[in-house]
């Protein structure tokens, strides 16, 4: 018998696939709501934030359609539905850790080493969000260069790259599709002021007060992901749309549990 290699799941794709199960099953007959979000992340023993970003990777694959105001609904079989489900990298909530571990500490060292010309780079970049709040392209392409620019005026050239494959791991499907659900007018003004808040700190020279802008900037888009998420789906409305309780979900279902 031929040895075939074995990939480890990320946990949002275990979840993803148990939860897909249970659909196949009929355990979650298309057209019904899925259980509250906290019902879930009890039955599986994980967090909300896994069980969002399986839910996500769900809609994706059309099993399950995204209703504002309603809840998450089990999609009507279809040729939308695709085959498997796309490990596309860390998930979203990882990559976000990732960075403010990584990027606090670049920009507390960028705070002791920007020159002039590194400080009026970044502030060229923060203006460019600023003149083009409607135009996602031109401000994405901004907020990116904002972020590499912080690492180059380190003057360790692995950093900037360090940064620039970081950045590049947002392009997936799954990231993508988290963007469409957070990125408002709130948003958007929260990520200016963070922006200038950084560019004050180095500005400044101040490396722990540089440390600590970046970790507030990356901390707000993942809160901000929470409260949008929040008015998709209001925890009350999903609760309201499970039969059954969480134990006695547990009792019929002893195998789902996800290590």
């Known amino acids: 018998m031929p040895l075939h290699t074995v990939e480890p799941l990320r946990l949002y794709r275990q979840i993803a696939g148990q939860i897909a199960a249970l659909i196949d099953s009929g355990e979650f007959p298309a057209g019904s709501r899925l259980p509250a979000e906290r019902e879930l992340a009890t039955l599986l023993g994980v967090s909300r934030t896994s069980v969002r970003e399986a839910v996500i990777s769900l809609e994706i694959a059309g099993r399950v359609e995204v209703r504002v105001g309603s809840g998450i609904f089990v999609a009507e079989p279809g040729a939308a ?138 901390a707000r888009v993942e809160r901000e992901f929470q409260r949008q998420w929040d008015v998709i789906v209001p925890p009350d409305e999903a609760r309201n749309g499970a039969r059954r309780t969480a134990a ?12």
């Open 81 to 218: 539905q695709i085959v498997g489900l796309v490990d596309e990298g860390p998930s979203p909530f990882e990559l976000l850790a990732a960075r403010r571990l990584i990027e606090g500490e670049i920009a507390a060292q960028a705070a002791r080493s920007a020159r002039k010309a590194d400080l009026a780079a970044l502030r060229a970049t923060v203006e460019r969000m600023r003149a083009h709040p409607d135009n996602f392209a031109r401000r994405d392409a901004a907020d990116r260069e904002f972020h590499v620019r912080i690492a180059a005026a380190t003057g360790n050239g692995s950093l900037a790259l360090v940064v620039e494959g970081l950045w590049q791991q947002r392009r997936g499907k799954l990231w993508s599709r988290i963007e469409n659900y957070f990125h408002t007018q709130k948003m958007r003004d929260g990520v200016l002021l963070d922006h200038e808040a950084i560019l004050a700190a180095l500005e400044q020279h101040d490396p722990d007060a540089a440390r600590t802008a970046m970790h507030r900037h990356l």
């Open 248 to 259: 006695s979900r547990k009792r019929n279902a002893p195998s789902q549990s996800v290590t």
